[in-house]
């Protein structure tokens, strides 16, 4: 792992050096030391961290100084070179075209300007700060900002609401209201002169080329699977073992199982990391387990860690740069395990779901708005046999029901949607708030499956934020994080291709499913649900239910907490609706079938993690908190 972090000094009062030495120190997880190197010219302060300490530094060239946190597609011998070439090439739009996980910094010492970069999926994190008139910084982490005094560790509370409604931050968002992200696909080019930051969106996928790839399925199935086998062997280290996630879904079990096969002959193993409740929950066709167990059956060699879901409390400590980044949590459990066991990054499935593994809702509706009526009939038969239902059941639910939902006159009664504006997770959020959380919220994707919901996904919502998250997590073991099913290839081709590739043979998830024939144990290519890992948290926080009463108590009578954007009294209400420890065995054999019917299942652990951030932003250090 690299990090990056400078600073451009705007007027002679500021201490460009001693800075920072403080962006450096900032960025140090305990236990660990990189390398670092440094470079100054004129008003520019930049440094590497270099983990794996391979040598790392500021490259001096043409003119220009160029820090960067890079993994290329194409091995270079100086990737710095590639990043000057394309700069000076394509000009703004440059980060566009080079393929690879980069977050860079370029200086061009004689005109005073320097240049930052981010892939067009975020792989690496980058944020920056300016403060007028005295300079502009950058770091890989905003830690690297703020714990350096370089800029305000003050939350931006919206952007904090915005991430529990949708679970992730949004473009430039990183919780602080005076530290922003690149956006991924992003350049960015400020000049001592101007001193104004000019953004510009490199990756802007061309909606009109969406869908119209005109293969065979048997074609797409055997071209996805090459590119995704080529997508992890890039990611592959050359001699060291290879840590990937591991949940028993599709995803993260095709990235595990195809870097097995790739790792065997290298000499180096993988280390498959899973959490896992500590016992099964509900229903026993959606345990996971074994879904897990299949896949470490036919991969006997991948070295395998399980950790457990922990619950998250208030007052838990957390890493500063990502609210509800729990350290001890599973995440940090996982990648901790992954640097114990010599690793030196971890492959992630996140973006499945998007593209390689394409899972937009209502698809048989969206066949028939779209016309398709050849391929939806013969895949809602196959979906009946595959679902074991009538085919009148199944056009019910898979077709006459997503249409209908779509008119007013067939809704009845409140929402019971977690991203209703009145009824979902905003009604933990004070009146006064919720139009700009609204404003700054992501549009939803994905449901009509039209070719701008699909470029949005990647363009311009949440994928970018989930990566920083596992990055922020990752670099605190002193580790990388890349995704194989992030890889522009994989994403370029899977927005090619029309919708009725992605449902074939009372499949939806193809031509994935195809594709991962022989790769993946059939138990899991075709599984069609999994559990959800939170249900084992009713019976925690329904044992916790007094203590959770009793801190939102404590937060009454703080000063601060009455200044927190959250509602309490709304946060009340909804603890209230936590189970009775008395429930307990109901819950445990029920899961969140246990909850009362008029109960949404994630209304009352949204309660808790508002509780959580409530707690975050408003409460005093000398109140006490009741111990877990």
């Not at 302060?45 to 001096?60: N, Q, T």
């Not at 679902?387 to 056009?395: P, Q, V």
Request: glycine share 8%; charged share 25%.
């Amino acid at each position: 792992m690299k990090l990056i972090c400078g600073i451009v000094r705007l007027d002679d009062a500021c201490p460009p050096e001693q800075m920072l030495d403080g962006m450096i120190e900032a960025m140090i997880p305990e236990g660990l030391s990189p390398a670092v190197s440094r470079q100054t010219h004129g008003r520019l302060s930049m440094a590497i961290l270099d983990f794996s300490h391979e040598g790392a530094r500021p490259v001096e060239k043409e003119a220009w100084i160029v820090a960067a946190d890079v993994r290329l597609d194409v091995f270079s011998d100086c990737p710095e070179q590639i990043f000057l070439t394309s700069l000076a090439t394509h000009g703004a739009d440059f980060p566009d075209r080079i393929n690879g996980d980069f977050a860079v910094a370029m200086w061009e010492q004689k005109q005073n300007v320097l240049w930052l970069a981010r892939d067009f999926i975020g792989a690496r994190p980058l944020a920056w700060t300016l403060r007028a008139g005295r300079w502009f910084a950058f770091a890989s982490l905003p830690k690297g900002l703020h714990k350096a005094g370089v800029a305000s560790a003050i939350p931006d509370q919206p952007a904090h609401a915005i991430r529990l409604r949708q679970s992730f931050f949004r473009g430039s968002d990183s919780g602080f209201a005076e530290i922003a992200y690149l956006p991924a696909g992003h350049s960015l080019r400020f000049s001592v002169e101007d001193q104004a930051p000019q953004i510009h969106r490199a990756y802007r996928p061309d909606e009109s080329a969406v869908g119209k790839w005109t293969g065979t399925r048997d074609a797409a199935a055997r071209k996805l699977k090459t590119l995704l086998d080529e997508a992890v062997r890039r990611r592959l280290p050359t001699d060291k073992p290879v840590a990937c996630h591991l949940s028993g879904g599709l995803d993260s079990s095709a990235i595990t199982a195809l870097a097995a096969k790739a790792a065997r002959g290298r000499g180096a193993g993988v280390i498959a990391l899973s959490m896992t409740t500590l016992k099964p929950i509900g229903p026993a066709q959606l345990d996971e387990r074994p879904l897990i167990e299949a896949l470490l059956k036919q991969y006997p060699d991948v070295e395998h860690h399980v950790v457990h879901d922990c619950l998250h409390m208030p007052g838990q400590p957390e890493d500063t740069d990502w609210p509800g980044g729990v350290i001890g949590g599973h995440d940090d459990q996982m990648m901790a395990l992954a640097a114990k066991a010599g690793a030196d990054r971890v492959l992630s499935g996140v973006g499945g779901d998007e593209g390689a593994t394409y899972n937009g809702a209502n698809l048989y509706a969206a066949l028939f708005l779209k016309g398709d009526m050849r391929t939806l009939a013969r895949e809602l038969r196959s979906r009946a046999r595959t679902d074991g239902k009538s085919l009148k059941a199944t056009i019910r639910a898979r077709l006459l029901k997503p249409l209908l939902a779509k008119l007013p006159m067939t809704r009845r009664g409140p929402s019971r949607s977690p991203m209703d504006a009145a009824s979902g997770i905003l009604r933990f959020v004070k009146p006064a708030f919720r139009s700009e959380i609204l404003d700054r919220s992501m549009q939803p994707i994905l449901q009509a499956n039209t070719p701008r919901e699909r470029v949005t996904a990647f363009a311009d919502h949440h994928i970018p934020s989930r990566c920083t998250y596992f990055s922020i997590m990752a670099a605190r073991h002193g580790l990388a994080v890349t995704f194989p099913m992030l890889d522009r290839t994989v994403v370029d081709f899977m927005l090619s291709l029309p919708l009725h590739h992605f449902v074939h043979d009372g499949y939806s998830r193809q031509p994935f499913r195809t594709a991962m024939e022989g790769i993946l144990p059939d138990e899991v290519r075709l599984a069609q649900v999994k559990v959800g890992l939170f249900d084992e948290r009713f019976m925690g926080y329904a044992e916790l239910k007094e203590k959770l009463l009793l801190s939102l108590d404590l937060l009454r009578a703080s000063v601060d907490g009455q200044s927190t954007i959250f509602d309490l009294d709304a946060i009340g209400a909804g603890l209230r609706l936590l189970p009775d420890a008395a429930r307990l065995d109901d819950i445990s054999q029920l899961g969140r079938a246990a909850l009362d019917r008029d109960t949404p299942p994630w209304l009352p652990l949204m309660a808790v993690e508002c509780l959580i951030a409530a707690h975050r932003l408003g409460f005093r250090p000398e109140m006490s908190i009741p111990s877990v």
